[in-house]
């Protein structure tokens, strides 16, 4: 049993407090007790006090390792946070099952004990709502996932990192930089940003090491018409990228699954459009479908030149596709285009050298 010492509770007050607002605090503690909040403390509480005093309670019970079970799986872009969970209960992270034990609150003066619901409760599925704090999180931790893929300060597109120390864009686009004899200078820019006083972050540049992996797309896509003759299963238009410098601070968009998607879904894609500072399309009623045997997605989500490479998500921001090309035909476009994500997978697991700088 994980006894936390005095200055660990206050490490993880600390980083509880900067992770959840108290509506979060009242639904984790009812995901972990299946009480209200104010079964364990006092109203009119400060959250931090609120916090402190909820995880000294937790630790008089012993149940403070299934509070921070439910802590763990929901805040999953508050990587400091996790690194502390994980470091003090490995079983957490390592997704062990907790034996259900019980616990004693006084009601009215009398002690009553109370079982641990089990946390299958969780479970919401086919609800089409989401919480909008969670779609924060993530999208504050793509914001520093997604990068400006340059050479020598020119924009070629878009990438975001797959692994700690790989980034994942079209071959395309790493193709632009050795037709220009230059590619040895390709890198990223991370953080490039417009903020919110209305002034431009220029971002930090990591260079490439080298490209790890790559796949062609087909040379119908390099043309007017990308449908004949259709890609193969091998022309799948992308680059991994090793960086020079390991970025695990970030996180990383795991490519481990697909999110099912279906005609009118919604899509997100995140880009730098034009070279510019990210900005994040959202469509909500984007998917046009498969085509080509499955091996590429169309929608009709926003994007400009300098977005090949960006990530396609749904619209709870998980991983779909990989954004290559929009429709090359004269007069209005009718689509975009992406590389579905599972295959791109399928492919980099095939070289194990590649396979090895993937997130699991």
């Known amino acids: 049993m994980t006894v936390l010492s005095p200055p660990e509770i206050d490490e993880i007050t600390r980083l509880l407090l900067r992770a959840v607002d108290f509506p979060q605090l009242r639904r984790f503690v009812k995901l972990a007790t299946d009480e209200d909040l104010e079964i364990f403390l006092p109203e009119n509480l400060a959250l931090r006090d609120s916090i402190y005093k909820l995880i000294a309670k937790f630790e008089k019970y012993q149940i403070t390792d299934q509070f921070l079970d439910v802590i763990y799986r929901e ?204 900005r994040f399309a959202i469509d909500t009623q984007a998917v046009e479908g498969f085509y080509h045997e499955g091996r590429r997605l169309r929608y009709t989500t926003n994007t400009d030149p300098g977005s090949s490479g960006s990530p396609c998500f749904t619209m709870q921001l998980d991983i779909v596709a990989l954004h290559h090309l929009g429709d090359p035909r004269r007069g209005p476009a009718k689509y975009n285009q992406g590389i579905p994500v599972s295959l791109i997978r399928q492919a980099i697991a095939q070289r194990p050298a590649a396979a090895a700088l993937l997130g699991p």
């Not at 992270?93 to 009398?110: D, I, K, T």
């Not at 340059?150 to 975001?160: C, I, K, P």
Request: with cysteine; proline share 6%; aromatic share 8%.
């Open 75 to 278: 805040k999953q872009f508050q990587f400091e946070l996790r690194a502390f969970i994980a470091a003090r209960y490995p079983g957490i992270a390592a997704n062990e099952q907790f034996m259900r034990r019980s616990y004693l609150v006084q009601e009215r003066g009398q002690d009553t004990a109370r079982p641990m619901p089990g946390l299958e409760r969780v479970v919401k599925g086919g609800n089409p709502f989401f919480d909008l704090r969670v779609w924060l999180d993530k999208m504050s931790a793509l914001e520093r996932q997604v990068c400006r893929i340059e050479v020598q300060g020119q924009a070629l597109g878009t990438g975001f990192l797959v692994g700690s120390n790989a980034v994942l864009t079209n071959w395309h686009v790493v193709e632009e930089a050795r037709k220009l004899g230059i590619d040895r200078d390709l890198g990223c820019r991370f953080d490039f940003r417009r903020l919110t006083n209305g002034r431009v972050d220029g971002g930090s540049f990591v260079a490439v090491s080298a490209v790890v992996d790559e796949r062609p797309c087909s040379q119908a896509e390099l043309g007017d018409d990308p449908d004949l003759p259709p890609p193969s299963a091998a022309e799948l238009d992308y680059a991994l990228l090793g960086l020079s410098v390991p970025q695990a601070e970030r996180g990383y968009v795991s490519l481990a699954t697909e999110a099912p998607i279906a005609p009118n879904g919604s899509l997100v894609i995140v880009q730098h459009p034009d070279g510019q500072e990210m």
